[in-house]
């Protein structure tokens, strides 16, 4: 039946659905700068809004740290599900990695603040720390998944087996042939990892809740003012979609330029 | 007795064995080529005699010492993979001193001992080089010099002709048999393919079915082999010949 149809119109089609989904996309992206131009001066003023500028260096300084945490945890165990064969990695593998990306942050908050909230012994709800936990579970994930991929790459070279055999010890060949030749795939994971931090609402909203100048950030101050549609929620989202898109264009910029 | 001691060996992957029954000796400035078809289990020998594969049974002895348990990096074997396995993030000299660099040997020790091993090898003035841009027998050179830079008591290369192109092939089996006459270790190649088993090496052991059929001078084989599927596999010899 396809045979029928003239190939010419059919590949305008699929041009014509291409184009829809990217005028769809750029269009989301964008409308917010549109939105922005019918009251320039005041969304301007927004940015220096004492709130606004509280919620976006706690935004920052959590982001930051969860993906100086994901780097310390996540290389470790990219290690160890690239390298070692055992049972039940499969499964471990998927809920470590899989799981915590796909999982709805908000019923990872609700899990938070059952495990470590005001009725456990270790009461960290509401705080600078909840905020990171609540990031990090979500986040994480990246850095794993991107170092993984390039250390099993690696591995099949064989590369690190040959390290051993001129005298490198295990730990040696971790950093002088694994972290070297995976240095821009971690960065890109670090990118995406902390891009991810930084939209994250839904765990941070529950477990570390809204606190103006504690435990606010950008997207729970944007969660609380969206109802009004103030101007200051328009410039905390132009805020965070920006930073947001800057990471990813340096991810993008790690894995394109890849060697 | 000095040099390789293999006794009995038993190997192969989780529950499946590849090699048995293997036991062979090759002295220093003694070539050894393992030859077999593809799945002979030659890779596997190799390998387990490494490291990288723990045997099942059997012992192996390198210069009177066992080192069937010992770790890979505590060996002293040089080895050469099929690709040369260089490391791309790091330059010519880089590569060439990294087993000193591990052995924790003082910049200035590497550098001298770099430079003789480059000459050697005939790579001197390329020490700065990066990797990608060499052609393939260089990086073969740079390999063959990373490998014999750590002073090994063994030398195991394997298939180490099946990245040079057809018109340079000779030359290369010539300098690497000097150079193998050079060392005073013993050395075993891995090959599946008869012409570069002709080129470099006077002794091999044929393995069919993880088993060593036999062993011996290569003339003496060709002559007297021990069942036909041996004079199958030699045919080529012959017609060379």
Known sequence: ?259 | MKGLNVIDLESGYDKNLVIRNISFSVRPKETLMLMGPSGSGKSTLLLTILGIITPKKGKIFLNEEEITHLPIEARNIGYLPQDYGLFPHLNVIENVTYGLYVRGISKKEREDVASKILTLVELQGFEKRRIQGLSGGQKQRVGLARALAIKPSLFLLDEPLSNIDQVTKSDVAKELKNLFYKLNIPIILVTHNHEDALLLSKDIAILIDGKIEQIGIRDEIIKNPKTPFIKKLLLPFTINE
């Open chain 1, 1 to 259: 039946m396809i045979q029928k149809f003239n190939s010419k119109y059919l590949i305008i089609i699929l041009y014509v659905l291409a184009g829809l989904l990217l005028v769809f996309s750029i269009t989301t992206f964008l409308y917010q700068y549109i939105a922005a131009l019918g009251s320039f001066k005041k969304v301007i003023a927004s940015f220096g809004n004492n709130r606004i500028l509280t919620a976006l260096i706690l935004s920052l300084l959590s982001a930051f740290a969860t993906a100086f945490l994901a780097i310390i945890f996540g290389v470790p165990l990219a290690y160890l599900f690239s390298m070692k064969e055992f049972k039940g990695k499969l499964l471990l593998e998927t809920l470590a990695v899989d799981v915590p990306q796909t999982f709805p942050p908000i019923a990872e908050g609700m899990i938070f603040l059952l495990m470590l909230g005001p009725n456990s012994p270790v009461h960290l709800a509401y705080t600078f720390a909840a905020l990171v936990i609540a990031k990090f579970f979500i986040s994480a994930p990246f850095v794993v998944s991107f170092t993984a991929r390039r250390f099993r790459e690696i591995r099949q070279t064989g590369m690190n087996l040959t390290a051993r055999s001129l005298g490198a010890n295990p730990f040696q060949v971790f950093f002088t042939i694994f972290i070297p030749l995976s240095l821009k795939d971690i960065g890109a994971g670090v990118s995406l990892c902390w891009s991810r931090a930084m939209g994250e609402l839904g765990g941070s909203l529950l477990f570390a809740g809204v606190i103006p100048h504690q435990t606010e950030i950008i997207p729970t101050f944007i969660a609380t003012q969206a109802k009004t549609l103030t101007i200051e929620a328009l410039a905390a989202t132009i805020l965070v979609t920006t930073a947001s898109t800057l990471a990813l264009v340096s991810f993008k910029h790690f894995t394109l330029s890849k060697t």
